[in-house]
């Protein structure tokens, strides 16, 4: 058996994750990487990590390759909003402060993540490294237009996914690579672009971490370097 990890553990979504994980019996260990402790589950351990400082990620990685390999590598982390950060309705909003930072969680955070825990994923047997993606990250599904620096950065982070397995079929070739678009789900992230009401197609974080995994448990190794939907489907780069 090997360890799992996931990293943003303290957004919604990854911490229903971790949750989930911990509830089976697929893997022998599980740590929980955010930029604070947020797990009191008896059987994670947690590990300070803020993917914007590559020490931290390093620093994670030798602690986590301490106890064995990695089997499951899920980055959860993610910005779409926040101060001084908000989606552009039109080119002219554009503010390069806000695009540099959407990139440094978006795309070079899980980017740095795959630099330092690719060694610990085993060679020679099935292995899974995952990021959660967009749907709006989709250049050949793009109808709508504006959200330039999130579509952006998830473009790129598709991109760095699909060249990781690549490069890993060479080394790992039982490594499966994937883009997981959760759908729109109750956190933080989407609440000021979401219905306020319940309605279909919005999950809840534990929801979204059930599909999610549903889908990681059903990849083959003809799947690596693509992204997929919460349901299974796959979604055009």
């Not at 947690?46 to 914007?52: A, T």
Request: hydrophobic share 45%; glycine share 10%; charged share 15%.
């Amino acid at each position: 058996m090997s360890a799992a990890v996931i990293v943003g553990a303290s957004g919604g979504i990854g911490r229903a994750l971790v949750a989930a994980i911990a509830a089976g019996d697929l893997h022998d260990s599980v740590f929980a990487l955010s930029r604070s402790s947020v797990s009191q589950l008896r059987s994670v351990r947690s590990l300070p990590v803020e993917v914007r400082d590559e020490a931290s990620i390093a620093e994670a990685a030798r602690t986590v390759g301490a106890s064995g390999p990695v089997g499951l590598l899920i980055v959860a982390s993610g910005i779409l909003h926040g101060p001084d950060i908000s989606p552009e309705k039109a080119v002219r909003s554009l503010d390069p402060a806000a695009m540099a930072a959407v990139f440094a969680v978006n795309t070079i955070g899980p980017a740095l993540v795959a630099k330092h825990f690719l060694p610990l994923m085993p060679r020679r047997e099935r292995c899974v490294f995952a990021a959660l993606s967009a749907r709006v990250g989709s250049i050949g599904d793009n109808r709508l237009g504006g959200w330039y620096a999130y579509r952006a950065s998830k473009a790129a982070l598709n991109q760095v996914l699909r060249t990781l397995s690549v490069e890993a079929a060479r080394t790992h070739p039982e490594l499966i690579v994937v883009g997981l678009h959760p759908g729109t789900v109750q956190t933080a992230l989407s609440r000021p672009f979401r219905p306020q009401a319940e309605v279909p197609g919005v999950f809840t974080p534990e929801e979204s971490a059930a599909h999610l995994l549903r889908v990681v448990d059903g990849l083959t190794i003809g799947d690596t370097g693509r992204t997929f939907a919460w349901d299974g489907q796959p979604i055009p780069n």
